[in-house]
DNA sequence: TTAATTGTTCGCGAGAAGCAAACGGTCTCA
DNA sequence: TGAGACCGTTTGCTTCTCGCGAACAATTAA
């Protein structure tokens, strides 16, 4: 079973990592603030936000700029070493890119962590769309096509586990919202071997998904292809573009079995 | 004056901040690790760090898979969120794609923090060679093209607090190694207005690299491109390229003013 | 000059955090 | 099928950390 089952409400936790963890998330929030600032937004005493600070900045986590501390670029650092770790990461960036070049759309690449799920690649064609996702962005999983396709391979108690955590917010009126409905369209994942958006995120935009299966190192991802309603509709969407995209994910999958 | 004046060696520390960073730091270096290996490596209890990754799980800085913890992806989302908040990150960006076409070499972003060079873009063109460089990667400033087009738009005392805090290690034969050198070869990039790499960090490989001019927020940066020596040499290496590479510097400066 | 901001330093008391040891799994090997 | 050797997790206890408040500089504004 991956990650933790449920969340670890049990355990002892360290307070002053606690701190600094809600330190790193307010500069995020505000863009970089000063001692007093976060002091009072964290309400905690100036001094033990300055030695906080004093110590992530030792650590290159952030950085002081005059009087403010921002986060630092040591994060890009991390960030890249995360993807890097992902196995089936390189092979399905260069598929992506080829997908977008052979469609002109947007392909993207999510996978799940914390039961959410993540963009970790977005390749654009030549008529792609702007989307509002970048790579690093979260998701909930039960209202985009991606995270459908991600949950689709799923184990049943797993799933239950994400709503319990995360319970199925209602992006519009589109969404999924009870767990039946959930159940359901997952079940219709698993045959048909794609995930549809019809317009349940942002109106006018359709997409078009299907999970990367590879059940190595619990890790489960899913790619896809979106783009405007105007020309996702008819053979196109229903059967040709579903079919470029699981062929996609299988040559990813082929792949993945020799990493 | 941008970030802290030397590292500031006073001022409270939080302890048990620097034993998570320093778990994290670990996690990293080790690609996982479990509670007993950590608490071995690091020197501590197993409870003391198995409180510490329970809190960084909280907040999803680290994720555990079966009774390995691992880097989160979050890093992904802070990492990206990071680069963002460089204000001439998409400016640079779009200029680097096409400086890589034109070109068909590598062309590259770096920027200053901490006192060295932190990789922010890599584009490739057509011809393109493998550099060991990502991005996100952290290199002393004084052994790259980038690194030294950086220094030579910084004031000299700040070169100077850079020189006591990382010294000048010597990467290969080739390397400046004395801070006369140093203060000389920056000199003369300012003269020229573009900063070279004639093997100095790996042999058979050239680069050639312009500062970006721009001391709004102090951030400093440059961008470059590389090749292998065999196609960077003669009229293109001393006359055609650095005008290409300044040109382009040239325009994400005008393109900043309107920021 | 005064007043109101900053960020920084410092002494002190409370409670947090780190340790050691015990506990409950799982896996291996005899 | 056990014994043993790992693992991660939990718990009490003691200590020393760390968070607080207040005083201290250093700017800035009025």
Redesign the pocket.
Known sequence: MSE?PGE?E??????????SCDIIQALREKDG????????HL????????????TLADNEFVV?RD???EISLRFVDIGEYAKSQVDIYEVTKKELERLAEETGEVAQFMVEEHGRGVYLHKASGKNAIQTASYVGNRKYLHCTALGKAILSQLPEERVEQIIDRHGLPQRTENTVSTREELFDALETVRREGVAYDDEEVLQGLRCVAAPIKHANGDLHGAISISGPTSRFKGDRFHEELPEVVQGAANIIEVNATQL
Chains 1, 2 share one sequence.
Not at 10 to 19: D, F, L, N, P, T
């Open positions: 933790t670890a049990s355990g002892r936790r360290v307070q002053a990592v606690q701190i603030a000063g001692v007093s600032e976060l002091a009072e309400d905690r005493s100036k001094a033990t936000i300055h030695s906080h600070l004093t002081k009087d403010s501390y």
